[in-house]
């Protein structure tokens, strides 16, 4: 699978502006101990943050449409 310039530059932007989110979300809005506690282990919530960047930003990148085609 070739990476397309095009896909990676809408991905790495959705990443910046979705990543900032959600820093200003749980640090700011939520508090990080608060979802440590609700969710009852560090890790698990490190993770889950983790896959809410990770996975839609795949997802902007497998759904971006080249030109051209």
């Known amino acids: 699978m070739k990476l397309k310039k095009r896909k990676i530059k809408h991905a790495a932007i959705f990443l910046l502006c979705w990543f900032a989110l959600l820093v200003l979300l749980v640090d700011g809005i939520l508090k990080f101990q608060t979802l440590v506690d609700y969710i009852g282990s ?3 919530t490190e993770t889950a943050l983790l ?3 990770i ?3 795949v997802a902007v990148y497998i759904f971006t449409k080249e030109r051209g085609q």
């Open 51 to 53: 896959l809410l960047v």
């Open 55 to 57: 996975l839609p930003t």
């Open 42 to 44: 560090y890790a698990l």
